[in-house]
């Protein structure tokens, strides 16, 4: 069965510092990859996908993901974190065909100023 | 254009109600889907349907039931509802063929009182 682990619930980073939020996922065939955001109240934005090719892959609003097969991990990243980039963020996993989408737990970024 | 739509936006009902939620796609995807989350923000698949189809049903109560009219529309209809139904309800499309790229509405919240 596939499954995504987000290992931090919470993340507060300082308005300006580097971002790094960890995802691991468990798929037994070639996974595809997705980060989307939440804002409260709102609904899922997709920041960025992997489906194969370079492993470095750019999304919007700044933010890169890098898949590591033998890790198994697909760590999104930002280089300088903005307040309006305070919310939760969900990691998911799926496959070709009729695969739905498997989400992580997410998890809440707070940015302090 | 709204890529992914579903009304209502937000739902207060009281509890043994009967109530739908719409969802209606312009993408031409020939996937869709119903995700339920949580009051901890936890996503999870309920439905998916492919071409009018019902491909999976996850363990759902038999009270929800999707009907799918065409391949651009899904909806979700709940009987004698619940304070437990409480919780957001996404709808999302996909193509099935390729490379998957999923699409969400922007949310139903459903409130059982």
């Known amino acids: 069965a596939q499954s995504v682990t987000q290992p931090d619930i919470h993340i507060t980073v300082s308005e300006g510092a580097s971002l790094e939020l960890r995802c691991n996922y468990s798929?037994?065939?070639?996974?595809?990859l997705f980060w989307y955001v939440q804002s409260p109240g709102q609904g899922l934005q997709l920041l960025l996908k992997y489906f194969s090719g370079d492993t470095l892959v750019q999304g919007i609003k700044g933010f890169e993901a890098e898949f590591k097969r033998s890790q198994s991990s697909f760590n999104l990243r930002k280089p300088s974190v903005h307040w309006s980039d305070a919310a939760e963020y969900f990691c998911a996993v799926g496959g070709s065909g009729y695969s739905t989408l498997t989400f992580g737990k997410g998890t809440m970024l707070l940015v302090s100023p | 254009d709204t890529a992914v739509s579903q009304t209502p936006k937000y739902l207060v009902t009281q509890m043994g109600n009967d109530k739908s939620i719409k969802c209606e796609q312009n993408?031409?995807?020939?996937?869709m889907y119903w995700y339920k989350q949580d009051s901890k923000k936890f996503l999870k698949i309920m439905f998916s349907?492919?071409?009018?189809?019902?491909?999976i049903n996850e363990t759902v109560p038999n009270r929800f039931s999707p009907k799918s009219p065409d391949k651009a529309h899904l909806n979700l209809h709940i009987n004698s509802l619940e304070l437990g139904d409480s919780a957001v309800y996404f709808c999302?499309?996909?193509?099935?063929?390729?490379?998957?790229?999923?699409?969400f509405g922007s949310g139903t919240r459903l409130t059982v009182v």
């Open positions: 993408l031409g995807h020939d996937t």
């Open positions: 798929y037994g065939a070639t996974p595809y």
């Open positions: 999302a499309s996909s193509q099935v063929e390729g490379a998957p790229g999923y699409t």
């Open positions: 349907y492919n071409n009018k189809e019902l491909i």
